[in-house]
Nanobody, 114 residues
Framework: QVQLMESGGGLVQPGGSLRLTCQAS????????MGWYRQAPGNERELLAH???????WYAPSVRGRFAISRDNSKNTLYLQMNSLKPEDTAVYYC????????WGPGTQVTVSS
């Protein structure tokens, strides 16, 4: 079993930056996928970025060039650096890990507003 906890959300002005952290605990030895999703009110949960294997990354077009996913395996931690934030980035952000099961954190709220 793997437990996940996101942190780092908050209120930021348009154009600002935030860094989200996903702290994992439990048996992470067989994790093959680490990703960040978000869900805005009335919308489906959206995959934003993922990292797998030796560090291969993928980004959704909506965040490519603004967001960066990274990990620190020694700390069992996943990060999402978010720059040039826009009001439409407002959502609850979730991390997601996969091995033979699927694990989610409770989410962290990001609000982009002036």
């Amino acid at each position: 079993q793997v437990q996940l906890m996101e942190s780092g959300g908050g209120l930021v002005q348009p154009g600002g930056s935030l860094r989200l952290t996903c702290q994992a605990s439990g048996n992470t030895d067989r994790i093959t996928f680490m990703g960040w999703y978000r869900q805005a009110p009335g919308n489906e949960r959206e995959l934003l970025a993922h990292i797998r294997g030796i560090g291969i990354t993928w980004y959704a077009p909506s965040v490519r060039g603004r967001f960066a996913i990274s990990r620190d395996n020694s700390k069992n931690t996943l990060y999402l650096q978010m720059n040039s934030l826009k009001p439409e980035d407002t959502a609850v952000y979730y991390c997601n890990f996969l091995d033979h099961g699927e694990y989610w954190g409770p989410g962290t709220q990001v609000t982009v507003s002036s």
